[in-house]
């Protein structure tokens, strides 16, 4: 009760207690009901408290069908009872978001890109809040471009980047810019470099991640329906990302990393990368190398999980 009235009252600073989600809007005091709308769970209907409050890892990835398969390994991964088959989603009440719930750890889908993310972020960030949850770290895996890195290696991200290598994150509020800092949780990334260490095979740099609007021009990509630039000037826009500690891109590390830093979530951007945008714009590996790809940061999580909770 002393943490829900020390959260209340705003005091993060205070020592004694433990590490919880901060909302930074005053306004949510005041509600009576809060309704999360795109997960179809609400304050009044459901008891969040005991539904999530003992949630330690939040895992976030972008399709659906993933973030299933996630839920299925990790609960195989931590030998729960049960089987994996009747994980049940969560937000079966809406098609926009899935979550499945394994021990402490939430798997939820997010789509593409940054708006879709952040709608999905502001309502897990008062999810994890409500449910009076502490210590919670949170993961996004992903795909990405590498920029000068060999095709399947994973990206494990320092700092979130805009278009031009800044780390920050522009939103519009009422009309105005505002910007935020995207720096990630320095001791998550490198506890997850280590833990890449200790795997078999399993290539893995920490670098910045350019997160950006669009998947083709935005990209600097040359094969969309639209192309306003020339060859050698992609080749030069991804040399200056490179000089500049860029590593790989993706399409929604920026807000994560400027969300979760505000609300005191620790918070990890872990992207394999598919193709290296040096080489080509297509992605044209076979099917089964893209889904062993894909694994991969799962089985990075999962690794980590399994070590934080001393399976290992
Ligand atoms: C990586 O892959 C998706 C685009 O194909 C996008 O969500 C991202 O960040
Ligand atoms: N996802 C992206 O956003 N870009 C890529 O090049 C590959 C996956």
Redesign the pocket.
């Given at each position: 009760m002393a943490q829900i009235l020390l959260n209340r009252m705003g005091n993060d600073h205070n020592e004694y207690i433990k590490p919880s989600v901060q909302l930074k809007n005053p306004y949510l005091d005041t509600m009576e009901e809060d309704i999360l709308y795109h997960f179809s769970l609400s304050t009044k209907t459901h008891n969040l408290p005991e539904m999530f409050g003992d949630i330690k890892f939040v895992c976030v990835g972008g399709s659906a069908t993933r973030m299933k398969a996630f839920a299925q390994f990790i609960h195989q991964e931590l030998k729960l009872p049960g089987s994996p088959e009747e994980i049940r989603n969560i937000c079966e009440g809406t098609d926009r978001y899935c979550m499945y719930k394994v021990g402490p750890v939430l798997s939820i889908s997010h789509g593409m890109g940054v708006p879709s993310i952040s709608i999905m972020l502001h309502e897990l960030i008062k999810l994890l809040h409500h449910a009076q949850c502490h210590d919670v770290v949170l993961f996004r895996l992903g795909?990405?471009?590498g920029v000068g890195l060999a095709p399947g290696t994973v990206v494990i991200t320092d700092k979130a980047v805009d278009y031009s290598f800044r780390p920050q994150f522009e939103q519009v509020v009422l009309g105005k810019v505002i910007t935020r800092n995207t720096e990630l949780d320095e001791g998550v990334a490198n506890e997850l470099l280590q833990c890449s260490s200790e795997l078999q095979n399993f290539p893995a740099v920490i670098g910045h991640t350019m997160c950006?609007h669009d998947?083709y021009e935005g990209?600097g990509r040359l094969d969309g329906a639209l192309c306003s630039f020339s060859h050698e000037e992609k080749l030069e826009y991804l040399r200056e990302a490179h000089e500049a500690g860029v590593r790989n891109?993706?399409?929604e590390s920026t807000v994560l990393a400027a969300m979760c830093r505000v609300c005191g979530l620790k918070a990890a951007v872990i992207c394999v990368t598919?193709?290296n945008?040096f080489d080509g714009d297509q992605?044209t590996s076979p099917h089964d190398v893209l889904v062993e790809y894909q694994q991969r940061p799962q089985v990075l999580v999962s690794h980590f999980i399994k070590k934080r909770l001393g399976y290992i």
């Open positions: 795909t990405s471009g950006a998947f990209q891109i993706e399409m598919l193709l945008r992605i």
